[in-house]
């Protein structure tokens, strides 16, 4: 049963509460669009999915379907259920945010996943203590055999999708990344839409 489905526009954040148990499916509509993914405790913000916490509980620098990711006090905070995609998604690397795109050459304000997580919990009357780093879901990046972070455009395809269920109540926020400058979001350097759905619990 559905309860609950929206938009992820191009460019911008949106949150999403979930209840404990509750499941929710995550879209690449066109298939070339990275989301970068933050999860909070619903009943205390300083307590967020964290990228660092899941590589050492894991061992691992990706993660899949059977995964659980980890908050920063090393809890269980989302379970990785299903995956249609082939499977590239990043744990590595910080939100882009206007230092980044100041880096690219911008010389104004560009749009980045910093500032849409901070904008989307500001809707929900949130303020984080910081950023952590995101959940890339279908960001591309490898490690090259001297330890090169190496960005690729994505290999998903229109209308993959991935199943995260809550350990806990949430608050989770998603980013459609805004870069348009690198081919992380696909050759064209054209953000797109997502969409989301909200399941009943697994």
């Given at each position: ?7 992820i526009?191009a460019?911008?954040?949106k949150?999403v509460?979930l209840?404990?148990?509750e499941?929710?499916e995550?879209?690449n ?8 993914t933050w ?7 300083s307590e967020a999915?964290s990228m660092?916490?899941?590589?050492s509980?894991n ?8 995964d ?10 989302l379970r990785?259920l299903?995956?249609?995609?082939p ?9 882009c945010?206007?230092?980044v795109?100041?880096?690219?050459g911008?010389t104004?304000?560009h749009r980045?996943c910093?500032?849409n997580?901070?904008e989307?919990?500001?809707e ?7 950023v952590?780093?995101p959940?890339?879901?279908?960001m ?9 972070v190496?960005?690729s455009a ?13 350990e ?6 998603f980013s ?7 081919p992380?979001?696909g ?7 997502a969409?989301y759905?909200v399941?009943?619990?697994a």
């Amino acid at each position: 049963m559905t309860d609950l489905s929206g938009l992820i526009p191009a460019r911008h954040g949106k949150a999403v509460p979930l209840r404990r148990g509750e499941v929710i499916e995550v879209i690449n509509t066109h298939g070339n669009q990275v989301l970068d993914t933050w999860a909070f405790n619903a009943d205390d913000i300083s307590e967020a999915m964290s990228m660092e916490h899941t590589r050492s509980v894991n061992s691992r620098i990706y993660v899949k379907a059977g995964d659980r990711l980890y908050s920063s006090q090393r809890r269980p905070i989302l379970r990785f259920l299903k995956d249609t995609s082939p499977g590239r998604h990043d744990i590595l690397l910080c939100a882009c945010n206007q230092a980044v795109y100041t880096e690219l050459g911008c010389t104004s304000y560009h749009r980045n996943c910093q500032d849409n997580l901070l904008e989307a919990l500001k809707e929900h009357g949130a303020v984080p203590s910081g950023v952590p780093s995101p959940l890339n879901l279908f960001m591309n990046v490898r490690v090259g055999p001297d330890g090169e972070v190496l960005r690729s455009a994505p290999v998903s395809r229109p209308k993959d999708s991935v199943q995260l269920a809550a350990e806990m109540d949430l608050l989770m926020v998603f980013s459609s990344c805004p870069q348009d400058i690198t081919p992380i979001n696909g050759p064209t350097l054209t953000p797109s839409d997502a969409h989301y759905r909200v399941l009943a619990g697994a």
